[in-house]
């Protein structure tokens, strides 16, 4: 099942075409990759809880922001560690401690 184009945000990485898109349902936030127009495998990233704040509806949401450059980073960082987007039938490629990637050195 690919992403949906509603919900999901495009992004190209080094000339190539994916979709993503972040969910929280009260809980960590979700980042879930995958290539444009293929049903490839998944590349899956879980936020740990972090700060929260109030905001002016006097809703909670966590203080994570995911931007347009650390999916980019992250994206690159999952196909260099092994992630196959365009290889079916494969599950979901879960990558391990992604606010040091995302917001750090890029994990090198």
């Not at 972090?50 to 980019?72: F, I, S």
């Not at 980073?73 to 599950?91: N, S």
Request: some cysteine.
């Amino acid at each position: 099942m690919t992403l949906s184009n509603k919900g999901s945000r495009p992004i190209i990485v080094d000339g190539v075409d994916y979709r993503w898109m972040v969910a929280s349902r009260n809980g960590p936030i979700r980042l879930v990759v995958e290539a444009s127009n293929v049903k490839g495998q998944r590349f899956c990233v879980t936020f740990p809880f972090g700060d929260y704040y109030l905001d002016t509806t006097n809703r909670w949401w966590p203080d994570v922001q995911v931007r347009p450059e650390h999916v980019r980073k992250l994206i690159r960082v999952a196909l260099e560690r092994g992630w196959r987007p365009k290889e079916t039938g494969l599950a979901p490629f879960e990558l391990e401690n992604p606010e040091e990637i995302s917001h750090g050195s890029g994990g090198h």
